[in-house]
T-cell receptor, first 117, second 117 residues
Framework: AQTVTQSQPEMSVQEAETVTLSCTYD???????LFWYKQPPSRQMILVIR??????QNATENRFSVNFQKAAKSFSLKISDSQLGDAAMYFC??????????????FGTGTRLQVTL | GAVVSQHPSRVICKSGTSVKIECRSL??????MFWYRQFPKQSLMLMAT?????????EQGVEKDKFLINHASLTLSTLTVTSAHPEDSSFYIC?????????????FGPGTRLTVL
């Protein structure tokens, strides 16, 4: 079974600064997807970024980028130019490359990000 | 596009009663839907995976007779908590998978807060 570990329960960053959230995972599969989701106080899950394991290039979405190290099974999220609206719970998630039941997500325990003025 | 709704958003019920939560994909057909449970300040835990027209696949430790899942159409899945007890109080989130080639993108509903008195 796959596991996802987020070792930082809470992180804090000043507005306009950069912060990196850590995530490691364990799997025996070679093809899979990794995600970062944001959950603001509204509890609505929002997809931040997605990485396909077979792609070596790190995914980027505006101020969000990942550092994907497949051999080390590490998948960190970097948030640049942090904004107050970035404050939320961030979950790292893993899913297999299959469809149907195989596409279920396994979540890490989450990192609560605070953004200060 | 790709909107998933849940109804109700909040429900309070008495111990021993049953509660039904609906999850609808509003603008796409979802061959697979997932039900998650989230306790306060914790991560999302997958309860079950439902495929349209077939029985749901429950995760280990989830009582299938207590959490009844029906996926009668490509746009609707329901979760019924039978004989609810205070320990069933939680935040329930569904997600719906939209097929996009070999990749099933998941979209999350806004969640349902269940309180059992």
């Amino acid at each position: 079974a796959q596991t996802v570990t987020q070792s930082q329960p809470e992180m804090s960053v000043q507005e306009a600064e950069t912060v990196t959230l850590s995530c490691t995972y364990d799997t025996s599969e070679s093809d899979y997807y990794l995600f970062w989701y944001k959950q603001p106080p509204s509890r609505q899950m929002i997809l931040v970024i997605r990485q396909e394991a077979y792609k070596q290039q790190n995914a980027t979405e505006n101020r969000f980028s990942v550092n994907f190290q497949k051999a080390a099974k590490s998948f960190s999220l970097k948030i640049s130019d942090s904004q107050l609206g970035d404050a939320a719970m961030y979950f790292c998630a893993y899913r297999s490359a299959g469809t149907g039941t195989a596409s279920k997500l396994t979540f890490g325990t989450g990192t609560r990000l605070q953004v200060t003025l | 596009g790709a909107v998933v709704s849940q109804h109700p958003s909040r429900v309070i019920c008495k111990s021993g009663t049953s509660v039904k939560i609906e999850c609808r994909s509003l603008d796409f057909q979802a061959t697979t839907m997932f039900w998650y449970r989230q306790f306060p300040k914790q991560s999302l835990m997958l309860m079950a995976t439902s495929n349209e027209g077939s029985k749901a696949t429950y995760e280990q430790g989830v009582e299938k007779d207590k959490f009844l899942i029906n996926h009668a159409s490509l746009t609707l899945s329901t979760l019924t908590v039978t004989s609810a007890h205070p320990e069933d109080s939680s935040f329930y989130i569904c997600s719906a998978a939209r097929a996009a080639g070999s990749y099933n993108e998941q979209f999350f509903g806004p969640g349902t807060r269940l309180t059992v008195l």
